[in-house]
């Protein structure tokens, strides 16, 4: 039995997390870190299953109080970065879905992760479906170098471009020399025009209500073009992911930074 603590259970993505580790014979669920109510159960929550799981504010606490093996992490990228680090200083497998890591972060909690030969998880997409886009873009990459990546989110995103966009791009970048696209003396007439500039690569990001998780990734050849596109329509598509991950995190005893890196 896999002993689990969910941070930001009353999230659009903690909620469904909370439900899909109920219903995973295989886990429990500990304990929950919310800051809003400290102190109750989940049941206690409006809205939250009926169940008496204890609520703390402060991670450490919870830490101590329930002993969990997992944190699942899904509230903001700031805080997210405190509660990696947290999880791994008190021996917790960290399982983190908030996005906005840089490169020194991630190095940081790496070398907590292996200090401590503890199993970390980042997953900037849990969706499986959009590990396969971000596969599939590598391969094309080899072929089609010339490439402009739409992600598209709902207006609540804090952070952009968006994990899944950065990482599609860094894959592309490890198969495809780095060159500047679109004329040689284009000039942008309104800032930011372009999009983002990732190794001569462009993201776009567009955010709507009413959209989830999208992504479309197009590719331009000689007469031709290739588009791979992913769409997650609700947070349920992203369970599978995150009960793969919390599975996986209690094999490992180093970090991981995205899911691709499991899927194999
Ligand atoms: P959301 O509905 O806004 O939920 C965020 C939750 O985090 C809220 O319950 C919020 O509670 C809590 N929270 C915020 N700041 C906190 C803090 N300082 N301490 C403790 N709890 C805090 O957002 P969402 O759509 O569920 O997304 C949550 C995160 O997952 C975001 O970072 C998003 O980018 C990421 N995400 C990842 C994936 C993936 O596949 N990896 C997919 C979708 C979303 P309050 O009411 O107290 O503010």
Redesign the pocket.
Known sequence: MTRIVI??P?????KEAVLMVLETDHFELAGV????HDGMTLGQIEGMPNESIPVFDDPVRCFEAVKPDVLVD????E??KVHMKLALENDVRPVI???GFTEEDVEEMSGLAESKNLGAII?????IGAILMMKFSQMAARYMPDVEIVEQHHD??LDAPSGTAVKTAQLISEVREAKKQGHPDEEETIQGARGADVDGMHIHSLRLPGLV?HQEVIFGGEGQTLKIRHDSMNRRS?MP?VRLACEEVMKIGVLVYGLEHIIE
């Open positions: 941070a930001g009353r999230g659009n993505m903690g870190i919310d800051r809003k899904l509230t903001n990228p805080t997210g879905g908030t996005t997953a900037p997409n849990f969706a609540r995103k998780a992203f992911g």
